[in-house]
């Protein structure tokens, strides 16, 4: 009788893990069915995402997702999860999130209610500005300070587009040049083709540390936006998106993201071993203490 017992008890088990496998919908299945998650990277957003000299693809972001990849793995009980990493760009990522080539963007994307139109977010993992770069020698202050000028910023991004809508209410007469990527834009200012790159202050800051004389580059000490970035997620798809939520807060709640932030921000990183330096903001550490995927700038002052 004991023995019935236990393999009607074992029968159940099977017949439930299989039920749940069934009911597997969207990214969760087809990650189960392919055994594969793909990961989306940048090749120049230090230092979330971007290459090393051995063309590997790095990152406070790029870590973020591995650990994220370990909770999906777990989740699907899988013996093993390939990783397939697959590049993208400022104007590619939301879209080859929507069409199903990247089940995940680790990069430096900010979170707001446009974009939440199309694609979802993880919980934010960084708070940043929008300020400018250019070399000291320009003395350049301020927004007053650009009318008719030719400056540049990476196209597809919600800078950019702040940027335009900024010089049309100012009347401020500058040539916006779209560069396709941010080291692009940095060149552009570096060779004299614009007088400055508008962008999230913290990619400013890896981008003058890793220049050839970063005591040459001034970042503006004006914030114009507050930018949350978060990884991208499919939109409507809420089993996947709880799983990767669920990822996030825990590295959280274990002082794995602090640790992170620490490894990225306040040590030597590759590819010149520069140690940006920059403490975690007040933004951040809200965050951290109450986890959200909110889009919404109020919520991070």
């Not at 779209?178 to 981008?207: C, E, N, Q, T, W």
């Not at 996947?240 to 939520?245: E, P």
């Amino acid at each position: 009788m004991k023995k019935l017992v236990l393999l009607s008890a074992a029968l159940t088990l099977v017949a439930a893990s299989s039920v749940s496998a069934q009911d597997l919908t969207g990214r969760l299945k087809k990650i189960k069915d392919s055994g594969t998650l793909t990961l989306g990277y940048r090749d120049s957003s230090i230092p979330f995402s971007y290459l090393d000299d051995n063309q590997k693809s790095i990152g406070y972001s790029m870590d973020i997702c591995y650990k994220i990849a370990d909770a999906v793995k777990s989740h699907l009980k899988l013996p093993k999860l390939n990783i397939a990493l697959s590049p993208v760009t400022s104007a590619t990522r939301i879209p080859l999130i929507a069409n199903g080539t990247v089940d995940l963007e680790c990069g430096s994307t900010t979170n707001n209610a446009e974009r939440q139109q199309q694609v979802s977010f993880a919980p934010t993992t960084f708070v940043t500005a929008t300020r400018f770069v250019a070399k000291k020698s320009s003395k350049l202050n301020d927004l007053s300070d650009f009318k008719g000028k030719t400056v540049v910023s990476t196209a597809g991004t919600s800078n950019l587009k702040w940027l335009t809508e900024t010089n049309g209410k100012e009347s401020l007469g500058m040539q916006i040049i779209p560069a396709k990527d941010h080291a692009d834009a940095f060149l552009m200012v570096d060779s004299g083709r614009a007088a400055a790159f508008f962008m999230d202050d913290i990619l400013l800051y890896g981008l003058v540390a890793n220049s050839k004389s970063p005591d040459q580059w001034m970042v503006s000490s004006k914030a114009y936006t507050v930018e949350p970035y978060g990884m991208i997620e499919p939109k409507d798809d809420p089993a996947f998106k709880k799983v990767v939520d669920d990822a996030v807060v825990a590295l959280m709640k274990s002082g794995e993201v602090e640790k992170l932030y620490q490894k990225w921000f306040n040590s030597p990183i590759p590819p010149r071993n520069v140690n940006l330096k920059v403490p975690m903001s007040d933004a951040l550490k809200k965050v951290i203490a109450n986890p959200t995927d909110s889009g919404d700038p109020a919520a991070y002052r």
